[in-house]
């Protein structure tokens, strides 16, 4: 595995993988990884067996660009060396770890990309701005390595819907991947912010996957009434938990409309923090 910090070598060695016929494959994360991250690698190393010829780039990039004022920029976990040792071990081909100075060499970007809609409700309306800062790093990232396909994972749900609609409406000739989530054993969605809960809240997290267990059953058992659903999930998570619910929803899964009578594939996706640490899960039901 090679690493760099800088576009220009980043790119000459993906020019060369091309030239080579390799397909690249792009797996953008915030770093600290776990086996979410790690899943994602793997999935991709195995077309590998298909005969098809894949190489893997990942970046490790903490955003400022869609961090809050009051959100954890500062204190978001990074331990690079132990990323890059997880990377190797995974089938990482290239791993790209900017300095923001590389990434946003003004500072700042003048220019960013917008989503309309999509970043409306669950997290884009407690996390203003985000989406936008999410949406200009993944086209930065997408024109700097340009490739075949990019692995998205199903946790952060309207990231994945808001990069969907970029690339459709944009025209951009890039595969997108959705992973599933990766989980604890207990349930617990997979997470670098999973590090910052006390032991008492690591305890208590697991019970935001049974919630959503809870109302998907209740679905399939027939309730088709967004708000029962909604409310009994909700009830779980108060009564179980310390947590503090900052939204559950219950949207469309393909473009995150509102729902009242629950038909078609839909998203149950929640928000809760657990002290100074917030938590994002959802469940995708098919009725
Ligand atoms: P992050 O480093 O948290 O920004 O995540 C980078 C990528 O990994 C995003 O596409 C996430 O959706 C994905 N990801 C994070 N956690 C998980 C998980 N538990 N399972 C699957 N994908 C994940």
Same mark, same amino acid.
């Given at each position: 595995m090679k690493i760099t910090e800088y576009i220009t070598p980043l790119k000459e060695n993906i020019d060369k993988a091309r030239e080579e016929g390799k397909t690249v494959v792009l797996v953008p994360t915030m770093g600290f990884l776990h086996y979410g991250h790690l899943a994602m690698v793997e999935d991709a190393r195995k077309?590998?067996?298909?005969h098809e010829e894949i190489y893997i780039v990942m970046s490790i990039f903490v955003n400022?660009?869609?961090?809050?004022?009051?959100?954890?920029f500062n204190k978001y976990p990074r331990n690079l060396e132990r990323d890059s040792r997880l990377a190797q071990e995974a089938g990482v081909d290239m791993l790209f770890v900017p300095s923001i100075e590389e990434m946003y060499p003004n500072g700042k970007s003048l220019t960013t990309v917008n989503v309309f809609t999509?970043? !409306?409700?669950?997290c884009g309306a407690f996390r203003p701005g985000h989406f936008q800062g999410v949406a200009t790093v993944v086209s930065k990232l997408f024109n700097i390595v340009w490739p075949d396909a990019a692995y998205f994972g199903q946790k952060d749900y309207q990231q994945f819907i808001v990069i969907k609609q970029m690339v459709t409406d944009l025209n951009l000739p890039i595969t997108l991947i959705p992973y599933p989530t990766v989980r604890e054993p207990d349930g617990l969605a997979m997470s670098s912010r999973n590090s910052y809960l006390s032991k008492e809240q690591r305890e208590q997290a697991p019970v935001l996957y049974r919630a959503l267990q809870e109302g998907a059953s209740l679905i399939d058992s027939g309730e088709k009434r967004m708000e029962v659903i909604r409310e009994k999930i909700i009830q779980r998570i108060s009564f179980q938990t310390d947590g503090k619910i900052e939204y559950v929803e219950i949207r469309r899964?393909? !473009?995150l409309s509102p729902v009242e009578i629950i038909n078609g594939t839909i998203v149950i996706a929640l928000a809760v923090h657990f002290g100074g640490t917030r938590l994002i899960d959802n469940i995708i039901v098919g009725v």
């Open positions: 077309k590998d067996e298909n400022p660009l869609q961090f809050g004022p009051n959100e954890d999509v970043p !409306d409700g669950l899964a393909d !473009d």
